[in-house]
């Protein structure tokens, strides 16, 4: 594929883009008595934990793509997100109150790590090509979706908040949500550079990559793990957000080509750009009512995934 | 025959069990037959109305299934996965917070448009497309579709409870109302169902076969469509959405009785009611005072089954 845009143009307007997204969301919304208490512990937290949050998203859907050879992987409709919610909802309700969080990071890993498993089981054993690998990820997206609700309407919580951690919101995001994202991140950008040169050898087959000295079914283990630990982050933190994953690897992948040196820089700026301007959309468009950022994505990517589909 | 009786049986038993237990005091079978013929009470006026809208609700949807998997020529198809639900969902939603007084008689004639709608854009997109794009296409025009319903509960639904029987499918206060709604679409999708069934039947080998056993496609497609379309739409106006019913039922009653629709359909029918009922029944008393919505049990039982028709490869038509 040519890349239609270049690198450092791609580059240089989407950090614009996140700029122009991270000043309305710093100046927009209610004024408050105490400027600085919203703008550093409420606004600024907020839009950066969506930057990382969309970045680890976008970056997590490109290395499932890759894994599974499959353009149309995601991690919302192969389950992991649902799976990784519902140990997270598991935790609340032994715990009760709300949990650390990083233990609802350790079993959102938990979680997301079933279906990490069975995705990698599933794409080695050849027997399920595109379509139905995907019909096997939505069928644990139902089963792990319809589960958590199921254990969350049972125990009272209250309905409307849960209804908007399902759909996936950024609302009271703080610091700690922030450095949790960015560590976590951080542990996949070492290791995206370190490996990005055997990332693209598997991009020419198993056979090839055999041929040029790399293990195809090591790396696969090691990208599939590297996308769970993203997708239950970003749980953890901002609840499922489906079809990030979707419609920024394709743009990257239109933009700055198939290397995955270029990629992934490429891929976290771009996932952190939409996420932070659909929840600006979603928290600005029907003010004071805010909109789960999920929804909007979902919006978006709903459409571009059949568009996807249909090229396939 | 012996296979439906013995369905039969299961159903009245299960409604029996269903009117029986509830949020209040178990009642033993004498007592509820009491309060039927009386007219009154708990169980006449919540219970058994809720019972019998359960069986038409799954009874729908399954026909809905059993029609549309015969159409498509494909196992995977369903109302729900292909977004004829999530449509009629739409447009029903969006009447109840426009309009919620002067909507009720026509509550299913809107949720009927919406759901054709849905399903004219899949059969648009869909064409020449294999089984499981088929399948895709329409699941990305569910998520987009729910993404709105969605959308609009979060942002002007009255009550979270009502906005949770419309996102998991609930028969929650449903009454004698919803009966008399869903009646003449359940009878239509029966006998509609068995009607064209012996046509129906030459579709499973290949238009050509079909055209050359005297089938008029151009006729005979169109009617099934309709006839899948409406029931998926009656259902979901009174119940929601209601998943993986309208895909797993027809399967099971294949295995029960052949791939022939004219003992398909009635099969189907009763297996949907009696799942639903199930459904609703055990929702309701797992822990009382608080319900699992029908649509959440279905789609926890019905998942794992799917996943089991897509690992046995069996379903590549």
């Known amino acids: ?113 079933v279906t990490g498993t069975a995705i990698l089981l599933m794409s080695a054993s050849g027997a399920f ?20 609700s199921g254990l969350l309407l049972l125990n009272e919580t209250d309905l409307f908040e849960l209804l908007h951690w399902t759909a996936g919101k950024l609302s009271g995001a703080n610091w700690l949500d922030a450095g949790l994202v960015g560590g976590c991140l951080v542990v996949a950008v070492i ?35 590297l996308a769970v630990l993203l997708c239950a982050v970003s749980v953890a933190v901002a609840g ?62 709903a459409p571009y995934f059949l568009y996807r589909a249909q090229k396939l | 025959m012996a296979k439906f009786v013995v369905l039969l049986v299961m159903l009245a038993v299960v409604i029996v069990l269903s009117l029986s237990f509830g949020a209040t005091d178990s009642l033993t079978p004498g007592a509820v037959v009491n309060e039927i013929v009386a007219g009154n009470g708990v169980v006449y006026l919540f219970r058994l109305p809720r019972a019998l809208a359960a069986v038409l609700v799954g009874l729908c949807f399954a026909i809905s299934g059993t ?39 026509y509550i299913t004639w809107v949720a009927f448009v919406g759901a054709s709608m849905v399903a004219a854009v899949i059969w648009f997109l869909g064409r020449g497309a294999s089984a499981q794009r088929f399948i895709l296409t329409g699941v ?60 129906a039947n030459p579709l499973v080998l290949g238009p050509t076969i079909a055209t050359t056993l005297g089938i008029r496609l151009s006729v005979l497609r169109p009617c099934l469509w309709l006839l899948s379309v409406a029931s998926a739409a009656a259902a ?4 929601g959405t209601i998943g993986f019913v309208g895909l797993i039922v027809p399967h099971v009653a294949r295995r029960l009785c052949g791939p022939d629709l004219r003992f398909t359909v009635p099969f189907s029918g009763l297996l949907g009611g009696l799942f639903v009922l199930l459904a609703d029944t055990a929702g309701r008393v797992i822990a009382p005072p608080l319900e699992i919505p029908a649509g959440l049990i279905c789609a926890f039982l019905g998942a ?6 897509l690992v046995k490869g069996k379903t590549d038509l």
Not at chain 1, 82 to 102: C, D, I, N, T, Y
Not at chain 1, 202 to 210: I, P, Q
Not at chain 2, 69 to 79: C, E, I
Not at chain 2, 304 to 309: K, T, V
């Open chain 1, 1 to 113: 594929m040519r890349p239609v845009a270049g690198f450092w143009p791609s580059v240089f307007s989407t950090v614009l883009l996140i700029a122009l997204g991270g000043y309305l969301s710093l100046s927009l919304g209610p004024t408050s008595a105490d400027p600085a208490y919203t703008l550093y512990q409420i606004r600024l937290p907020r839009f950066v934990t969506a930057v990382l949050v969309g970045a680890a998203l976008g970056l997590a859907g490109s290395l499932l793509q890759l894994a599974t050879r499959n353009p149309l992987s995601e991690p919302e409709l192969l389950g992991v997100n649902q799976s990784a919610v519902f140990a997270v909802v598991l935790l609340l309700l032994v715990l009760g109150e709300r949990a650390h969080p990083l233990a609802m990071l350790s079993v959102a890993l938990l979680g997301g790590a």
């Open chain 1, 129 to 148: 090509p595109r379509e139905r690998l995907i019909l096997a990820g939505l069928t644990m997206a139902f089963f792990f979706g319809s589960a958590s």
């Open chain 1, 191 to 225: 290791v995206s550079v370190a490996r990005a040169t055997q990332w693209n050898a598997l991009l020419l087959g198993d056979d090839t990559a055999r041929g040029l000295g790399i293990d195809p079914v090591n790396r696969r283990v090691e990208i599939v793990s």
């Open chain 1, 240 to 301: 499922p957000i489906g079809f990030v994953g979707i419609i920024v690897p394709h743009l990257a992948n239109a933009m700055a080509g198939l290397d995955y040196r270029r990629r992934t820089p490429l891929l976290l700026l771009m996932g952190g750009a939409l996420v932070a301007l659909s929840d600006l959309l979603a928290r600005t468009v029907l003010h004071p009512a805010e909109i789960p950022v999920g929804i909007l994505t979902a919006l978006v990517g």
């Open chain 2, 67 to 105: 029609v549309l998997q015969s159409l498509t020529r494909n196992p995977l198809a369903s109302p729900d996965l292909l977004g004829v639900t999530s449509g009629g969902g739409l447009a029903t939603v969006i009447a109840i917070l426009v309009a919620p007084a002067a909507i009720g008689p």
């Open chain 2, 140 to 199: 990305a025009l569910s998520a987009f579709t729910h993404a709105i319903i969605t959308l609009l509960l979060v942002t002007y639904a009255p009550s979270a409870a009502e906005a949770m029987i419309w996102l998991k499918g609930s028969l929650f206060g449903r009454g004698w109302v919803h009966v008399k709604h869903l009646l003449p679409w359940a009878c239509f999708a029966v006998v509609g169902g068995i009607v064209v069934a012996h046509q």
């Open chain 2, 236 to 239: 979901v106006a009174v119940a």
């Open chain 2, 304 to 309: 794992p089954y799917f996943g089991y028709l």
